[in-house]
């Protein structure tokens, strides 16, 4: 089974920045996709970033050109680099893996004055 550690979370001002990483491990064969999504108390949860095994990106509107999701080379490691960040973005933010369906354990951003 596919297990997903997130890590990077925490409060931070309007246009501020955060990193967030997720590692995946145990079961995983090969380099998988792997995406953040988020969540607020009463919403869906909704796709943040995806990059897919050949590297391929795709981003959510609301964080285009702010957000960059990225892999360590050759690893199933991803981060997300988010900058200017806006007190929208304040969510659980949780790590997927996409060919196993595995979620981490979430981190919370809280962006706040």
């Known amino acids: 089974q596919v297990q997903l550690v997130e890590s990077g979370g925490g409060l931070v001002q309007p246009g501020g920045s955060l990193r967030l990483s997720c590692a995946a491990s145990g079961g995983v064969f090969g380099i998988i996709g792997m995406g953040w999504y988020r969540q607020t108390p009463g919403k869906e949860r909704e796709l943040v970033a995806l990059l897919t095994r050949s590297d391929s990106t795709n981003y959510a509107d609301s964080v285009k050109g702010r957000f960059t999701i990225s892999r360590d080379n050759g690893r199933n490691t991803v981060h997300l680099q988010m900058n200017f960040l806006k007190p929208a973005d304040t969510a659980v933010y949780y790590c997927?893996?996409?060919?196993?369906?595995?979620w981490g354990q979430g981190t919370q951003v809280i962006v706040s004055s």
């Open positions: 997927n893996a996409l060919e196993y369906g595995s």
